[in-house]
């Protein structure tokens, strides 16, 4: 099995598509926080100048860990998409190149075969996830150093520097399991034709839709929330509640983790019945 992870991985790295996430994500993280480098301290006297008529406020608010968190929330919502780019041609590639034949003859059952090939999806979408996470955290503190984590929503909550660092990790590490689903989704769509266009644009399309209805305060999508993975892909922010809900964040896991093994169990089963002589 390593060794059919291992061609795999080596697939997915010689083709240009793969490192287009890799690229996109070292050129828009830099722009990201240039802006934020020039124009984040009227951002931030914007949020909090009311806080200012009660509160004083002393140190670099502005620092690594405020802008790493800024870009977290913001490129989440746009990786779904660099990752489908490879893991929607991990099956159709196959077919459109017309190796299925020469792959399913090979002495290594159908089973090993997308398994391996989910593994290595997995890799590089967690590969990806990593990163972001050190591009943008490194960066971050080299360009605006470190400090508190003061975070503005409902209610304010300041982070001290020694209760950061675990927070992004498992934040982090929750985000490669939203992203995970995403991958998988793809995946499964890419057992069912022979061009990888289809898989990317259907994944991209489902995730669009779930989080346009999800974002209709209407009875009828409020019961549809519960059900939509969607839903659950954002709760990497719960890590940044003091204090942890863990049954919440626990719960939402699972949830992703029974998405990834529904999708890869439907890819299985529908790669096993894939007739590779018409």
Known sequence: ?????????????????????FI?????VPVIQIALYIEGEHILDFL??????NFFFVGNFLNGYLIAFIVLGSL????????????????AGEATAGTYRML???????????????????LYTHAIVLWLAVFS?????????????ILIADNITIFAKDDIIWRFALAYGYGALSMSVVASLSFMFSSLVENSIGPIIST?????????????????FENLKPYLF??????????????LDTGVIIKSGLILLGHIIAFFSAALFIFKKKDILS
């Not at 909090?48 to 008529?53: A, G, R, S, V």
């Not at 398994?115 to 999806?121: L, N, Y």
């Open 1 to 21: 099995m390593n060794q059919l992870i291992r061609i795999e991985l080596f697939k997915i790295f010689k083709k240009v598509r793969s490192y287009i996430g």
């Open 24 to 28: 996109a994500i070292a050129i828009l």
């Open 48 to 53: 909090t100048q009311n806080l200012k008529q």
């Open 76 to 91: 989440m919502v746009h990786i779904p998409f660099l990752i489908t780019l490879v893991t929607g041609d991990l099956l």
């Open 104 to 122: 399913l003859t090979r002495p290594v059952s159908r089973t090993k075969i997308i398994t391996a090939k989910f593994i290595a999806g997995n």
């Open 137 to 149: 955290m490194g960066l971050g503190v080299i360009i605006f150093g470190t400090g508190e984590l």
């Open 204 to 220: 991209m399309a489902i995730i669009i839709v779930f989080i346009i209805i999800s974002s209709i305060n209407v009875t009828f």
């Open 230 to 243: 969607t839903t659950y892909m954002q709760r990497w922010r719960d890590f940044f509640q003091d204090p």
